[in-house]
């Protein structure tokens, strides 16, 4: 497995935050830092309400746009919800699928994981499949278990070529917004597993391209030991992603 292959993705996950007001402000405090570092892909999530503001100001510069859910239908009587093609139509290229707050709050199962990401595959947009454990889960032990069973639910029915197109990240729930993150070792343990399961499922080709990604209070002060491991191909990041500085120093640690 070669980490050379990979190209890293730094995708800020922003949450219910920012109003289109204040998204320019970060945007455009963004846009010159983000042009320093070309050597990984930079990415912001952003809410739905803000992503017209977020195209329009990234065009022509080096940081995509992404959403952070869409529904698996095209169209229909689904009062609330956004489609993986209506997103596309507008020029989003990325969308964070089964985050664990949704999973959480909003009843996402592995079965609407699977479905919204086949979904954004066929809109053509690169679906980010967040799975990770939960604390009393790593503390029972069943950690493996839990990621494998998500992965694979996740990606029933999708073909290595599809697969391919698709980051995965690793979110240890335990780790999300707690300013308590795993450990680099924890944190490529769990991504060298979640790669071999996608070699064991579409073999190793395949599996050596994914980017697999760690998220979890991922911030300035850490993100050099995770990012230096071989199966960590950069990071989905919450609170550290509504700072512009903060970003800047993921993206520089990405680039180096
Ligand atoms: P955090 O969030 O960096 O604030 O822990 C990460 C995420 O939920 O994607």
């Not at 996950?13 to 402000?25: D, I, P, Q, S, V």
């Not at 489609?83 to 959480?104: D, P, T």
Request: glycine share 10%; aromatic share 6%.
């Amino acid at each position: 497995m070669n980490k050379a292959l990979r190209k890293a993705v730094i995708a800020g996950n922003w949450k219910m935050n920012k109003t289109r007001t204040e998204a320019k402000t970060l945007i455009e405090e963004l846009i010159p830092i983000a042009a320093k570092f070309s050597s990984c892909e930079t990415v912001i999530c952003v809410p739905f309400t803000s992503l017209e503001t977020a195209l329009e100001l990234t065009k022509g510069t080096n940081i995509k746009v992404g959403a952070q859910n869409c529904h698996f239908q095209k169209c229909g009587a689904y009062t609330g919800e956004i489609s993986a093609g209506m997103l596309a139509e507008m020029g989003v290229e990325y969308v964070i699928i089964g985050h664990s707050e949704r999973r959480q709050y909003f009843a996402e199962t592995d079965l609407t994981v699977n479905r919204r990401t086949k979904a954004a595959l066929a809109a053509g947009l690169t679906p980010i499949v967040c799975v990770g454990e939960m604390l009393s889960e790593r503390e029972d032990g069943i950690t493996e278990a839990i990621v494998m069973l998500q992965t694979i639910a996740a990606f029933t029915g999708i073909s290595a070529e599809e697969a391919k197109k698709i980051v995965i990240a690793y979110e240890p729930v335990w780790a999300i917004g707690t300013g308590k993150t795993a450990t680099d070792e924890q944190a490529e343990e769990v991504c060298a597993f979640i790669r071999k399961i996608m070699a064991d499922k579409y073999g190793n080709d395949t599996a050596e391209v994914m980017v697999i990604q760690y998220g979890g209070s991922m911030n300035p002060g850490n993100a050099a030991g995770l990012l230096a491991k071989e199966n960590i191909d950069g990071g989905l990041i919450g609170g550290a992603s509504l700072k512009a500085s903060d970003f800047g120093v993921l993206l520089e640690v990405a680039n180096a």
